[in-house]
């Protein structure tokens, strides 16, 4: 047990610029995508400063022209005590984002590779306590699953599987761990059973809110939602958080959230 380990430690963050081609990118559930690149750089350029804000030290990777989701580096590599999963990204179209994410890490983790038959995208596995969270979804089939809970059990971690819902793409994407002990996360696509026997507070976000059961939480007690949401941002007050709302609207077009924009690994 790795009772003493806070994920909320961390001083550096892997993020990646827009693409020049983010018009393109994939949109399903939040939006039809994205239209003003301009806009999009500002919101992401935006949510770097909050990033830098709260103390880490960001390391910025160049946009890819062929791949219109790269800002969206959560999906590219999972991260497991000093270990970087390099992951095989679910949709074709995003195939290749992982091979500069992998060098950029490589300087800083150990690297592992996935098999070739497995698929994983990073925003379905989210880090709690000493359990690593995974979401079984379109872009995450079981030979991803199995991977990835063997190399976090070879790391002393528990793992929990969720089925991920067809009304969501990722298990980020509606639950998040802002704080030890504490997951919030959106009502009506996980169901409260499927959390039994895990030992959490569950924050359930409502579900016209459900775009801002994604989260980010520091050590200091900030947490960052998105802006516009402000039931979700009452509720975290109520529990002790201190909230700062961010502008997502240019991004969640693209069914990107806060965490989808950032690796954290150190
Ligand atoms: C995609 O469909 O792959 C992108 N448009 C959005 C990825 C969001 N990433 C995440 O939830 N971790």
Redesign the pocket.
């Given at each position: 047990m790795m009772t003493d380990w806070d994920r909320r430690k961390r001083s550096a963050v892997l993020v990646r610029e827009i693409s020049p081609n983010f018009t393109k990118?994939?949109?399903?559930f939040f939006g039809s995508g994205p239209t003003d690149i301009e806009a999009s750089i500002k919101t992401h350029d935006n949510y770097i400063g909050v990033l830098e804000e709260n103390g880490l030290e960001v390391i910025i990777l160049p946009g890819l022209e062929n791949h219109?989701?790269c800002c969206?580096v959560?999906?590219a590599a999972v991260i497991i005590d000093g270990a970087a999963v390099i992951c095989n990204?679910g949709?074709p179209s995003?195939r290749g984002e992982a091979v500069s994410v992998a060098e950029s890490l490589s300087q800083h983790l150990e690297i592992i590779f996935m098999p070739e038959n497995a698929n994983l995208?990073?925003?379905?596995v989210v880090f709690y306590d000493d359990y690593f969270l995974i979401g079984r979804s379109t872009?995450t089939n079981e030979d991803g699953v199995k991977f990835i809970e063997n190399v976090c059990h070879d790391r002393g971690f528990k793992t929990f599987v969720f089925d991920i819902p067809e009304t969501t793409?990722?298990l980020?994407?509606i639950c998040s761990s802002p704080a030890p002990g504490i997951l919030v996360t959106a009502e009506g696509h996980l169901q409260p059973e499927q959390f039994d026997g895990l030992d959490a507070e569950i924050i359930w976000v409502p579900n016209d809110e459900s775009y801002a059961a994604?989260t980010i939480g520091f050590e200091n007690g900030c947490v960052i939602i998105s802006d516009s949401y402000p039931k979700t941002a009452e509720l975290m007050s109520q529990h002790g958080f201190n909230v700062t709302c961010v502008n997502m609207e240019h991004i969640r077009c693209?069914?990107?959230?806060l965490?989808?924009l950032r690796l954290f690994f150190k």
């Amino acid at each position: 047990m790795m009772t003493d380990w806070d994920r909320r430690k961390r001083s550096a963050v892997l993020v990646r610029e827009i693409s020049p081609n983010f018009t393109k990118a994939l949109a399903k559930f939040f939006g039809s995508g994205p239209t003003d690149i301009e806009a999009s750089i500002k919101t992401h350029d935006n949510y770097i400063g909050v990033l830098e804000e709260n103390g880490l030290e960001v390391i910025i990777l160049p946009g890819l022209e062929n791949h219109p989701d790269c800002c969206f580096v959560e999906d590219a590599a999972v991260i497991i005590d000093g270990a970087a999963v390099i992951c095989n990204l679910g949709h074709p179209s995003r195939r290749g984002e992982a091979v500069s994410v992998a060098e950029s890490l490589s300087q800083h983790l150990e690297i592992i590779f996935m098999p070739e038959n497995a698929n994983l995208d990073g925003g379905d596995v989210v880090f709690y306590d000493d359990y690593f969270l995974i979401g079984r979804s379109t872009r995450t089939n079981e030979d991803g699953v199995k991977f990835i809970e063997n190399v976090c059990h070879d790391r002393g971690f528990k793992t929990f599987v969720f089925d991920i819902p067809e009304t969501t793409l990722h298990l980020s994407t509606i639950c998040s761990s802002p704080a030890p002990g504490i997951l919030v996360t959106a009502e009506g696509h996980l169901q409260p059973e499927q959390f039994d026997g895990l030992d959490a507070e569950i924050i359930w976000v409502p579900n016209d809110e459900s775009y801002a059961a994604n989260t980010i939480g520091f050590e200091n007690g900030c947490v960052i939602i998105s802006d516009s949401y402000p039931k979700t941002a009452e509720l975290m007050s109520q529990h002790g958080f201190n909230v700062t709302c961010v502008n997502m609207e240019h991004i969640r077009c693209a069914d990107g959230s806060l965490t989808c924009l950032r690796l954290f690994f150190k």
